[in-house]
Nanobody, 122 residues
């Protein structure tokens, strides 16, 4: 069992920055893929960014060039650095983990955090 706890959300003006953190506890593995998702009420959940066990990263087109996903394996912590924030980035952001091997990940996350709210005002 892996437990995930997000932090770092808040309210920021457009153009500003936030860094989200996701602390993992329980049985963790460096081979896990880690992900950030976001969801707006009454809209579909959107994958934001992913990092595989070998460090390979992927991003949604909407955040490419503005967001950076990273992980500190020694601290069992995942990060999402969000720069040049836009009002459309407003959402509940969720951390997730799924099994993986090297650059590959299974398609469905196995563990989820509780979410942290990000609000970007214009």
């Amino acid at each position: 069992q892996v437990q995930l706890l997000e932090s770092g959300g808040g309210s920021v003006q457009a153009g500003g920055s936030l860094r989200l953190s996701c602390a993992a506890s329980g049985y963790t593995s460096s081979m896990y893929c880690m992900d950030w998702f976001r969801q707006v009420p009454e809209k579909e959940r959107e994958g934001v960014a992913s990092i595989a066990g070998d460090g390979t990263t992927t991003y949604a087109d909407s955040v490419k060039g503005r967001f950076t996903i990273s992980r500190d394996t020694a601290k069992n912590t995942l990060y999402l650095q969000m720069n040049s924030l836009k009002p459309e980035d407003t959402a509940m952001y969720y951390c997730a983990a799924r099994p993986g091997w090297g650059s590959s990940c299974v398609p469905k996350p196995r563990y989820w955090g509780q979410g942290t709210q990000v609000t970007v005002s214009s």
